[in-house]
Nanobody, 125 residues
Framework: EVQLVESGGGLVQAGGSLRLSCTAS????????IGWFRQAPGKEREGVSC????????SYVDSVKGRFTISRDNAKNTVYLQMISLKPEDTAVYYC??????????????????WGQGTQVTVSS
C-alpha cells in the first residue's frame, strides 16, 4: 500500500520554526520527486517547495524563499521541510506529494501521483 505520511505540524508563534516530515512507503522512494503544497482556508492549494528525483534540485515559491528549506534522506524514505521565520500567512494544511517526473514542479494536481493526508501548521501573530 502506497502511503505518504506528514508530521511535524503544530501551533507556533510568528518568527518561530517548525520542521515537517514526509515519510513514504509502498513505492521506490528514490524514483520519485517530492513536493510540498499547502492550502489555507478559503484559498486554492499552492505549491510551496519541491525536490527532484534526478539531481535533488529544489524549487521554492517566492513567498518562502530564504525561510524554507527542503531536503531528503533516501535511506529513511523521508523528505523534510524546515521552516523558519514563520508568518501568520504561512498558516495552512501542508501536504506532501510524490511525482515520477525527473524534475519536480510546483504545479500540483495530476503531475503528482501520490498525496499525503496533510498536517496543520498554525502561526499566531
Amino acid at each position: 500500500e502506497v502511503q505518504l505520511v506528514e508530521s511535524g505540524g503544530g501551533l507556533v508563534q510568528a518568527g518561530g520554526s517548525l520542521r515537517l516530515s514526509c515519510t513514504a512507503s509502498g513505492f521506490t522512494f528514490d524514483d520519485y520527486g517530492i513536493g510540498w503544497f499547502r492550502q489555507a482556508p478559503g484559498k486554492e492549494r499552492e505549491g510551496v517547495s519541491c525536490i527532484s528525483r534526478l539531481d535533488d534540485s529544489t524549487s521554492y515559491v517566492d513567498s518562502v524563499k530564504g525561510r524554507f528549506t527542503i531536503s531528503r534522506d533516501n535511506a529513511k524514505n523521508t523528505v523534510y521541510l524546515q521552516m523558519i521565520s514563520l508568518k501568520p500567512e504561512d498558516t495552512a494544511v501542508y501536504y506532501c506529494a510524490a511525482t515520477e517526473l525527473p524534475y519536480c514542479t510546483l504545479v500540483g494536481g495530476p503531475t503528482y501521483d501520490y498525496w499525503g493526508q496533510g498536517t496543520q501548521v498554525t502561526v499566531s501573530s
